[in-house]
């Protein structure tokens, strides 16, 4: 079992998430964060560190380039059983990130307004959102993922039962929520573009 120490928090909907890094941070997690999510914690009185102070690297393109970068995808998917996995991680100074906390640009709200331009629907299609999902479920071995606020507690109480920690189970159960999660995205976005196809 994998003690929490890193998470990435980065939400559209934030309900109960300053709650829940507050609850991260008193178990002594750090946490990295972006854009509006960060300055909701810091007003929350929640500390935490920008994921471009983190990289090194700005934010950049409207906010479209965040977190795709080889210290946020490296942490969430090296293998911490794999020696050569370990020795990269080392030699870039990449550090492993146990928690991801996001979910994904309100695509579904944002088009459900029968006004919705499509540059309005393209500019709400998530990338950064759903690559770290996808990476913290392919690696859910080592790393909890959270899509749903719901499971917010869910994840705390499991910490406090296995000393920072979270079970085997509640993780893959917690892959599977990602998976289903971005592949509803994904269908989504495939629907609305595709009716509108001339």
């Not at 709200?109 to 990338?127: F, R």
Request: proline share 4%; charged share 30%.
């Amino acid at each position: 079992m994998v003690k929490i120490r890193r998470a990435i928090i980065s939400v559209s909907d934030k309900m109960g998430v300053a709650a829940f890094a507050k609850g991260l941070s008193q178990r002594g997690v750090q946490i990295l964060s972006t854009g509006g999510t960060a300055r909701l914690l810091r007003d929350s009185e929640v500390s935490c560190m920008d994921v471009s102070e983190y990289t090194g690297f700005p934010e950049m393109l409207d906010g479209r380039v965040k977190t795709l970068h080889p210290k946020v995808h490296g942490g969430i998917l090296g293998m911490r059983d794999n020696e050569k996995h370990v020795a990269k991680m080392k030699e870039y100074d990449i550090e492993p990130i146990d928690l991801i906390a996001i979910n994904l640009y309100p695509f579904e709200k944002t088009v459900a307004d029968p006004k919705c331009s499509i540059e309005d629907a393209i500019e709400q299609i998530d990338i950064g959102g759903p690559a770290m999902i996808r990476s913290a479920a392919k690696n859910h071995k080592f790393v909890t993922v959270i899509v749903d606020p719901a499971d917010y507690y869910r994840v705390l109480e499991e910490m406090d039962e296995n000393d920072g920690g979270v079970s085997d189970s509640l993780r893959y159960e917690l892959c599977v929520k990602a998976y289903t999660r971005t592949a509803q995205y994904d269908t989504a976005i495939s629907n609305w573009l595709k009716a509108r196809m001339k």
